[in-house]
């Protein structure tokens, strides 16, 4: 039998990790380098990240921490010899949406913990 407690502790874990991770991607949204080369990815600026969210074998979510596809984005720039910037692929619409699904997640999962809590109680009580 699946625990209620764990399966919900696992949703509103998934949910954390995906506001963290798209706080970051907003945090970061302005870090930019130039390119030196046509293809080069500089080293020093910020690749979005996304949240992969798949059941766990037991019951409950698991989550995996993934480069989003294509990190990088590219816009022009003056002041490089390639006359090209990079900057990271964050959309904030999008992050703005994953963090209001994050923070419905999380409740959704906590008032299943009260509701479960709510009802553990109920049967003690019968069983005194």
Request: charged share 20%; no cysteine.
């Amino acid at each position: 039998m699946n625990n209620v407690y764990d399966i919900a502790r696992s949703g509103m874990a998934a949910a954390t990790q995906r506001l963290t991770v798209s706080a970051g991607n907003v945090a970061n949204i302005n870090t930019s380098a130039p390119v030196e080369r046509v293809g080069d990815e500089p080293d020093d600026v910020y690749r979005p990240r996304r949240v992969e969210q798949a059941p766990a074998a037991g019951g409950g979510v698991q989550t995996s921490v993934r480069l989003q596809d294509p990190p990088l984005i590219y816009g022009p720039d003056g002041t490089s010899a390639a006359g090209l910037r990079a900057y990271p692929n964050v959309d904030p619409v999008r992050e703005a949406v994953d963090q209001m699904v994050a923070v419905s997640s999380y409740k959704a999962n906590a008032s299943v913990l009260a509701a479960q809590s709510k009802i553990d109680e109920t049967l003690l009580d019968l069983k005194s």
